[in-house]
Nanobody
Framework: QVQLVESGGGLVQAGGSLRLSCAAS????????MGWYRQAPGKQRELVAT???????NYADSVRGRFTISRDNAKNTVDLQMNSLKPEDTAVYYC?????????WGQGTQVTVSS
């Protein structure tokens, strides 16, 4: 079954760090552009960070300098290292894979940052 599975979410105090991981199965991972998105209660889903199959990275202004996206094509994983977390980073974080007009979403993992 083709799927993306996120892990690593949880509760952390402001200023702390978390590392999210997304494992892909049954896709040719290396040819996909990968990304992390998030959705806070009552808000639309928004882009957090992306990494192309060539390794180019893009970040939302709100996380640039604090978050780092990386991928390991040998392990079929994409990670999001989140440092200096703020309460406004609280959201469900989703992994995304895109190839042309086809895309996959994970089920999401909750990140809660307490003040």
């Amino acid at each position: 079954q083709v799927q993306l599975v996120e892990s690593g979410g949880g509760l952390v105090q402001a200023g702390g760090s978390l590392r999210l991981s997304c494992a892909a199965s049954r896709i040719t991972f290396s040819i996909y552009d990968m990304g992390w998105y998030r959705q806070a209660p009552g808000k639309q889903r928004e882009l957090v960070a992306t990494i192309t199959r060539g390794g180019s990275r893009n970040y939302a202004d709100s996380v640039r300098g604090r978050f780092t996206i990386s991928r390991d094509n040998a392990k079929n994983t994409v990670d999001l290292q989140m440092n200096s977390l703020k309460p406004e980073d609280t959201a469900v974080y989703y992994c995304n894979a895109v190839l042309g007009g086809f895309q996959l979403w994970g089920q999401g993992t909750q990140v809660t940052v307490s003040s």
